[in-house]
T-cell receptor
Framework: SQTIHQWPATLVQPVGSPLSLECTVEGTSNPNLYWYRQAAGRGLQLLFYSVGIGQISSEVPQNLSASRPQDRQFILSSKKLLLSDSGFYLC???????????FGPGTRLTVT | AQSVTQLDSHVSVSEGTPVLLRCNYSSSYSPSLFWYVQHPNKGLQLLLKYTSAATLVKGINGFEAEFKKSETSFHLTKPSAHMSDAAEYFCVVSDNFGNEKLTFGTGTRLTIIP
């Protein structure tokens, strides 16, 4: 069966510090991968998606970046965090454009 | 282009009464539609999905939704609310052709009154 992992589960970082959030998927090959952010009391905002290794599409570049160094690994990064980066970050995968999206447990990021 | 509108940001119902969460969509192509539930500080759990098969879709925990193309709607219903249904609900649309994006509604917070 397929599973999706995200870590860390929670993170508290000062403004200006770097960020690295990791997402891995098990039990499938060449999934489509997504990063979403959910700010407090708001809906989900698509940040990045990837249809293959090294292929990243950005929706809201700002000060965030994403990478896909391996088929089932998706990393969200920042060189310098902003207060506005606080939120709940969700990784998702699906088999293809026609597949059902499956979400990870999320990472709660608080920038202080 | 695709979009989703969840018509109610907050719905309150009494335990044991019916639930209706409304969702309207816009899609240039034949869409797939999903409903997800999110409990506090948790990820999203799939309730049900429509992918161009039967228009009445049954999901987990007694929820169901009906795809109405003429009304561009995909409303979520449940005959009898339970306290454990209290959560945030998201309607999601995905074009079956054209792009990889999933477009989320802004969510509906469901409160159950004892």
């Amino acid at each position: 069966s397929q599973t999706i992992h995200q870590w860390p589960a929670t993170l508290v970082q000062p403004v200006g510090s770097p960020l690295s959030l990791e997402c891995t998927v098990e039990g499938t090959s060449n999934p489509n991968l997504y990063w979403y952010r959910q700010a407090a009391g708001r809906g989900l905002q698509l940040l990045f998606y990837s249809v293959g290794i090294g292929q990243i599409s950005s929706e809201v570049p700002q000060n965030l970046s994403a990478s896909r160094p391996q088929d089932r690994q998706f990393i969200l990064s920042s060189k310098k965090l902003l207060l506005s980066d606080s939120g709940f970050y969700l990784c998702a995968w699906r088999v293809s454009q026609l597949g059902t999206p499956n979400f990870g447990p999320g990472t709660r990021l608080t920038v202080t | 282009a695709q979009s989703v509108t969840q018509l109610d940001s907050h719905v309150s119902v009494s335990e044991g009464t019916p639930v209706l969460l409304r969702c309207n969509y816009s899609s240039s192509y034949s869409p797939s539609l999903f409903w997800y539930v999110q409990h506090p500080n948790k990820g999203l759990q799939l309730l049900l999905k429509y992918t161009s098969a039967a228009t009445l879709v049954k999901g987990i925990n007694g929820f169901e939704a009906e795809f109405k193309k003429s009304e561009t709607s995909f409303h979520l219903t449940k005959p009898s609310a339970h306290m454990s249904d209290a959560a945030e609900y998201f309607c999601v649309v995905s074009d079956n052709f054209g792009n990889e994006k999933l477009t989320f509604g802004t969510g509906t917070r469901l409160t159950i009154i004892p």
